[in-house]
Structure formats: structure tokens, C-alpha cells
């Protein structure tokens, strides 16, 4: 069996395809990745490095033919997947240059005894990763924990799964498979599997943290986020600055759980936001097939997200929205395209405020106080993401302090917003763990401790056999 994949932009087109991976096979992939890690946890640090950096190079010397394979499968701008295979070689040479570090051990020998603290990896690492980013959040997963001694047995989504396994190849250590639900769950409980990460959405996070948990996995989990932009009363935009805000929502047709999409305006300010807005808008977004360099907007990933946005618009139409379009659909397009749309005039009960909308429609919406934004902001199950933009660098942060995100922006949004040096990751239901930064290194370790307290050491005073701790 195998699994094939559409372009979301020609239907018609088949892609390629990928072996299928059945539930029963698991077992053989899971072993055979648990033999190589009990040879590559002996190896130095630095030879499991300089395989990152090689597979950087080759990365690069790739990035042509994959950015075409990845826009075709998954109807990303082809300037996007360029940019995304870039930002994952770099974050390859980021882990090469900084694990070390991040990893290292350390021995404290003092009054109080010797005490040796030694990050230790897992074992094999189940790596299960979405479509609308592939190779960039499968690298976040596979690039510590091969630093740090793993194994990783990936399984990208059926969505996008064909140059992501063409990138996998690249790296030492790590074994694809391909399949649905049933294969999931097979992975995950598999007892030789010791750490799960994953990026996806809120009803398969559920899913696999529960099969994680009956079989005591630790996990990272990046779930979705509706995450909400406040503008103060303050706010001084550029013409640039309405670009960039604009691509916050609508960069791979607002497929992005960290999408800016719910926008928060003062009321007394609308008209000038919205004649902004709206001309950076007509702009930037042009919507087309992802082949075409000057496209900055392909179409959805498949016929169900179609249908969803459908919903969710019909809805806002129902409830007394006012739907603008921002730019045209080509006549002669065939494929999965929504028309990039803002939402005025909504209730904050309307499913596109309410609801990750994970596509290409925006609600805006209006207030007259910064408590009552606050607590509107905050209203939500999901905290991913959220910004702040004020005149005042000192006023956003402060009120971005009040923000319940585990990533809060300061005058941009989305990709433009991130660093590696900041981690990353949601609170409440968005999921827990970090990627980025050291903290997204140290996720794929555990720390093993060799402790001789000072009171037994030759010449200690010894210590009751009913004495608690000492420092």
C-alpha cells in the first residue's frame, strides 16, 4: 500500500508517493533504531555535530529541486519553501555550534560533597510532524536529538510527505515511516519509544498524549493557537510594517498555528487601520499557484480545509459580518483556493473569533479599553502566540506581560517575530515543552546524577541512618 499525494494546486496532478507503513511493521523499525542508538550514544558529541553541519551543506545544495518538490505537494509559495529549507539548514548550524555546550556536563566537588550532573539522551525519539511547515519543524525535532545521542523515527503527515522524507535522508540516525492513525498509535506505544514530540493540532495532541501517557512517554506537544494581536492606542504602522501584518495572517494561506488571527483595534482608530490595512493588502497578496515567483498566497492544503473555511465564513455572514475580500482567485484556477478575507462586525461568539481558523480569513475587531481587551484577549483555551504593538517599546511589554502565550511578539508577528535564541512553545491547551534555544536542546536529554555528600567522603563525620538531606 502506499500513500499518494495531489498538488492542492492542479488536483488532477499526483505528486508522488510513499510506501505506506503498516501497524505490524512498527516493531521492526522501532528494534532496528534502538540497535543503532546503543552504538551512536557512544559516539563524541562532536562527530553527531559534524553530521548536522554536513547535512546543512547538502541542505543547501539541494534547496532547488526540494523547494519545487515541497510547493508542489503542499501549495506553499515557492519562495516560502526556499526560505524554509534556508531556515532549516540554519538551525542545523545553529544545534552543530551550540549543543555542545547546552549538553554539557557538569561536577560541582565542595564542602558539601561531589556531585556530577550528565545529560543522557532518551533512546529513539518518535518525531510526528505536520504539512504546512514539514522539513523546518521536523529539523526543530530531529537536530537536537541526534545532537544529544537519539535515534528518531519520524512520521510526517500524509499531507506533505515527500520532501521531508528526502530530507531525513540526510541525516544519520533517523528512519521514516509513513501512515495514519493505527501507525501512530503503534509508535507511541511501542516500549522501546522514550521521548515523543509533536506539532500538529489541538484534537491529535489529545490523542497522543493520551497514548503516551498509558505508556508513561514524556512528550512535547506544539498544539495550535488563535492567537490575538492588540494594537494600543498608540500604534504607528508603516506602510512596511501593514505588509508585514498582513503575511502574519495569510503567509501559507493562514495555515500557521502561530498566524496572527484575531486582530484587536482600538475603535476610535478603525478607519485609518482598516484604509491601511487594506492597501497593503491589494499590495502584497496575490494568490496563485505556488510555482509562480511572484505569488505570495497558494490555496489550502486539501477539499476539507476548503469546506472548513466555507463554514466558518458562513457563519460570520450569519451572525452579521461584513467578509471583504483582499485579492482575486485566478479564473482559471482548479484547485483548493480561498479567497484571502477580512471579517468585520463580528460578536466575539463567531466561530472565526472563537475557533483556530487555520486558513485564509482574519477577523477584526474593535475596543475602547485596555482592561476589556485584555480579558477578550485572553478568553480563550489556546495560548500559543499573541502580540503587542505599541509606539512604546516599554508600554507592549508591559501589557504583553499580561498576556496569557507562551510567545508573545512586539510589533510584528508570526516568523518575522522569532529568534533562535528564544524558545518557543504555548500554555494552556496549546501544548507544553519548548523548541528553539537551549531549552528546545535540552528537551531531548534527561539528566543523570553521581552524587558522594561530603559526610561519607574519607575523613567525613559520617551521618545517622534517620538524617534527612543536606544542602
Not at 498566497?297 to 451572525?319: E, H, I, N, Y
Request: glycine share 8%; proline share 7%; with cysteine.
Amino acid at each position: 500500500m502506499k500513500i499518494d499525494r495531489e498538488n492542492p494546486a492542479h488536483p488532477h496532478e499526483l505528486v508522488g508517493s510513499v510506501p505506506m507503513t503498516p501497524p505490524e511493521a512498527v516493531e521492526s523499525v522501532v528494534r532496528q533504531a534502538h540497535r543503532e542508538f546503543l552504538d551512536r550514544r557512544a559516539r563524541p558529541i562532536e562527530q553527531r555535530l559534524a553530521a548536522l553541519g554536513a547535512a546543512a551543506e547538502s541542505l543547501d545544495a539541494r534547496a532547488g529541486d526540494l523547494a519545487e518538490l515541497l510547493a508542489r505537494e503542499s501549495g506553499k509559495p515557492i519562495a516560502d519553501c526556499r526560505g524554509e529549507i534556508g531556515f532549516a539548514a540554519t538551525y542545523l548550524r545553529w544545534v552543530r555550534d551550540n549543543a555542545a555546550a547546552a549538553l554539557s556536563a557538569s561536577v560541582i566537588d565542595d564542602a558539601y560533597g561531589r556531585l556530577a550532573l550528565t545529560p543522557a539522551p532518551f533512546g529513539v525519539v518518535a518525531a510526528i510532524t505536520p504539512w504546512n511547515a514539514p522539513i523546518i519543524l521536523s529539523v526543530l525535532k530531529l537536530g537536537p536529538a541526534l545532537a544529544a545521542g537519539n535515534t528518531v523515527v519520524l512520521k510526517p503527515s500524509p499531507l506533505a510527505p515527500l520532501a521531508v522524507t528526502e530530507v531525513a535522508a540526510l541525516l544519520p540516525g533517523v528512519r521514516v515511516i509513513h501512515g495514519g492513525p493505527d501507525t501512530v498509535r503503534a509508535l507511541i506505544a511501542h516500549p522501546l519509544i522514550r521521548k515523543v514530540a509533536f506539532t500538529g493540532g489541538e484534537e491529535a495532541g489529545r490523542s497522543i498524549a493520551a497514548a503516551a501517557g498509558q505508556a508513561l512517554t514524556p512528550v512535547v506537544l506544539e498544539l495550535g493557537g488563535n492567537d490575538p494581536a492588540v494594537f494600543l492606542d498608540d500604534f504607528a504602522l508603516s506602510p512596511a510594517d501593514y505588509e508585514r501584518l498582513v503575511l502574519a495572517s495569510f503567509a501559507t494561506a493562514g495555515q500557521v498555528c502561530m498566524a496572527a488571527k484575531r486582530l484587536y483595534v482600538p475603535a476610535r482608530r478603525l478607519d485609518e487601520f482598516l484604509e491601511s490595512y487594506l492597501a497593503a493588502a491589494h499590495r502584497i497578496l496575490i494568490v496563485g499557484d505556488p510555482l509562480d515567483e511572484l505569488v505570495s498566497m497558494g490555496p489550502v492544503v486539501s477539499r476539507a480545509a476548503t469546506q472548513r473555511m466555507t463554514d466558518l465564513l458562513a457563519d460570520a455572514w450569519s451572525r452579521g459580518g461584513w467578509l471583504v475580500p483582499l485579492a482575486e482567485i485566478p479564473s482559471d484556477a482548479d484547485g483548493y483556493y480561498v479567497a484571502p478575507t477580512l471579517a468585520l462586525d463580528l460578536p466575539d461568539a463567531a466561530w472565526l473569533v472563537r475557533r483556530e481558523q487555520f486558513g485564509p480569513a482574519v477577523p477584526v475587531l474593535t475596543y475602547t479599553d485596555e482592561r476589556e481587551v485584555l480579558v477578550r484577549a485572553n478568553d480563550c483555551e489556546l495560548g500559543l502566540g499573541a502580540s503587542v504593538w505599541s509606539a512604546d517599546e516599554d508600554r507592549a511589554f508591559a501589557f504583553a506581560a499580561r498576556i496569557e502565550a507562551g510567545f508573545t511578539f512586539i510589533n510584528t508577528h508570526n516568523r518575522t517575530g522569532m529568534s533562535l535564541r528564544a524558545p518557543f512553545g504555548g500554555t494552556k491547551q496549546s501544548g507544553f515543552g519548548r523548541e528553539y534555544a537551549e531549552e528546545g536542546l535540552r528537551e531531548y536529554v534527561q539528566t543523570t546524577v553521581r552524587h558522594a555528600p561530603a559526610a561519607f567522603r574519607a575523613g567525613g563525620s559520617g551521618l545517622s541512618a534517620r538524617a534527612y538531606p543536606r544542602p
